[in-house]
């Protein structure tokens, strides 16, 4: 992990990324409802407003490593979505390294609430967001997905779903 830099993520990231999603459930299960399939790089952009949200990569040279965004939610309320990790470099901690530097970038924006939505079958992603201090704040939805939000920025405000 010593090679991975962060930064904005860029359209051409996306043409990596898209070949990391294996069918239409994956792309759903990724990024949500809603997107075309098959996917490429430059309509993935689009769909998941990558240059109008928030949108960060881990890189090593120009290759992504893992991929990220900051949805804002409300007035200081912001959330992570659509976290993926280059297959390949999976279980080498880039996931936590990814979401560290999400939860930063939402902290220097002066944020007061942070949550995520996880697929309940998600366990290793489930497992992450705990380590990281993610509670449970809801209950599944009809697709399994389970709203979380992180403990740390809760005591200032009402626990209301995201």
Not at 99 to 106: M, S, V
Request: hydrophobic residues 40%; proline residues 6%.
């Amino acid at each position: 992990m010593a090679d991975a830099r962060w930064r904005p993520a860029l359209p051409t990231d996306l043409v990596r990324i898209a070949e990391w999603i294996g069918s239409a459930q994956a792309l759903e299960h990724w990024a949500g409802p809603g997107l075309s399939w098959p996917t490429d790089g430059p309509r993935l952009w689009r769909e998941i407003d990558g240059g109008g949200l928030l949108s960060f990569c881990l890189v090593s040279g120009s290759e992504p490593l893992a991929f990220g965004q900051l949805v804002v939610k409300g007035e200081r309320h912001y959330h992570l979505a659509r976290i993926i990790v280059s297959p390949a470099r999976r279980r080498q901690g880039l996931g936590e390294a990814l979401c560290r530097r999400l939860l930063d970038e939402a902290r220097q924006r002066r944020a007061e609430r942070v949550t995520l939505n996880v697929f309940t079958d998600n366990g290793t992603a489930i497992d992450l967001y705990r380590r990281l201090g993610f509670t449970e704040c809801g209950s599944a939805d009809s697709r399994g997905i389970r709203p979380m939000q992180l403990r740390q920025f809760v005591a200032n405000v009402d626990n209301d779903l995201p």
